[in-house]
């Protein structure tokens, strides 16, 4: 049974077929009869859904029946059509109660039949005067019900596909607001972590004591790395890119200078050779340009040759701040050249799998919140480098993106060694 809902709806869908109003058109002027009507026919209900009269008679779309005087019952239960060329001399019509009700002499109704099967209801034509119906007019009857057909089977598989694209949307929104949610809520045990391994440190003076202490904050600090890189990539997910506020930095070398000794003080082990000499101010996040330079230089040292100097510059030109990290090693494949910058994304021939591969992903959309653009290039003789470009801006040609975070205000740096831990925790 269907609801005035499911009528509203079944009247919707005829509408939305734009092929249907010349279809009445045609039935009409090839029969001669003088009303034509699509109708959604169940087994109380029948509901006209488009109508072309050129006699009045008072069907409107929406409008229905009495189910004792609709023709088209008869042709639902058999599923065959139905014509009356003369009703008052038919002998199985001439005591019908629609013809007499109202005053029909002629009627044409075939069946709307779906492809699964499913019955909609009747394509049918009608007049007050006799009518002749050849066997070419029925066929035409059946082909424009089955064109009728054929549309609202690919309505219904577009609203099904809709459907299916909203639930798989509404899935990835919520997992990615669990994975926010998670990231935010393990910062309050990993800071007690912390703190208790920084208590430890000043209380234990055995040498194999005091190693463990600095592993617990070594690992603490590998975590916050992570956090910080999934929770960017949920809130660059969520609200359509990472935000960053622009303000007027006039001297940037100080901020990247401190990226670089954060990462000699956390791995002693590596050389890091920089030649920071930026001689313009810059407007940028100077938080988010200190998170480019950590994950690149964090990249080149995971990735880079055991044993070799990795290399960062940062000038400027006249337009852009260039920022460049180096390192030598097994260049990466051509074919990933493409796919470096994509989220999840791990060099497969590098002898380490650590991290999640965000960081590299989260580098350019940084860059691309800057309007800026960021490469790469990697060959067995020259080995890897990458090269950030962002433009120096000024009030006039850059956009201050103000946004709040979907955790609250952006962490102002952390690194990818994950030394300001007290920060970023």
């Given at each position: ?182 990231g935010h809520d393990l910062r ?96 940028c996040d100077l938080g988010r ?47 990933s050249l493409s796919k470096i ?85």
């Open positions: 049974m269907d609801s005035s809902e499911d009528s509203a709806r079944a009247v919707g869908a005829i509408a939305r077929i734009d092929v249907v109003p010349t279809l009445l058109k045609v039935l009409c002027d090839m029969t001669g009869m003088r009303i034509a009507v699509v109708a959604r026919v169940t087994e109380t209900t029948w509901t006209a859904c488009a109508v072309r009269e050129q006699v009045p008679f008072g069907l409107k779309p929406g409008m229905e029946l009495a189910v004792t005087t609709a023709l088209c019952f008869d042709s639902r239960a058999s599923l065959a059509p139905i014509v009356i060329e003369h009703a008052s001399a038919d002998p199985r019509y001439c005591q019908h109660a629609a013809p007499k009700r109202y005053q029909i002499e002629s009627y044409v109704s075939v069946p709307i039949i779906c492809t699964k099967g499913d019955y909609f209801g009747n394509l049918s034509a009608l007049d007050p005067k006799p009518a002749k119906v050849t066997p070419r007019i029925l066929s035409m009857f059946n082909d424009f019900a089955a064109l009728i057909a054929l549309q609202l089977d690919h309505q219904a598989r577009q609203e099904q596909e809709h459907r299916a694209l909203l639930d798989e949307r509404a899935a990835g929104e919520l997992r990615e607001q669990f994975i926010a949610i998670l309050n045990p990993l800071h007690a972590v912390y703190a208790s391994g920084e208590m430890l440190e000043r209380k234990f003076t055995n040498p194999a004591l005091l190693t463990m202490a600095s592993r617990i904050k070594a690992n603490v600090r590998r975590m916050s790395s992570l956090i910080d890189d999934v929770l960017d990539f949920a809130r660059g997910r969520l609200g359509g890119g990472i935000e960053v506020e622009l303000t007027e930095v006039e001297n940037i070398n100080t901020g990247l200078e401190a990226v670089v000794q954060e990462l000699r003080d956390a791995q002693p082990a590596c050389k890091i050779i920089s030649d920071i000499r930026v001689s313009r101010s810059v407007r340009i200190q998170q480019i330079a950590s994950n690149l230089l964090g990249n080149a040292l995971t990735h880079g040759q055991p044993d070799s100097p990795i290399k960062i510059s940062a000038g400027s030109d006249e337009n852009d701040l260039v920022l460049e990290v180096w390192n030598s090693g097994e260049p990466i494949p051509a074919e910058f994509e989220p999840f994304w791990r060099n497969s021939v590098s002898r380490s799998r650590n991290g999640l591969g965000l960081g590299l992903h989260i580098c350019s959309q940084i860059v691309l919140a800057h309007q800026g653009r960021i490469s790469v290039t990697s060959t067995q003789e020259h080995g890897t480098q990458f090269t950030a470009r962002l433009p120096l801006g000024t009030t006039q040609t850059m956009k201050v993106l103000r946004r709040t975070l979907h955790n609250g205000a952006a962490l102002p740096y952390q690194s990818a060694s994950g030394t300001s831990i007290s920060a970023s925790l």
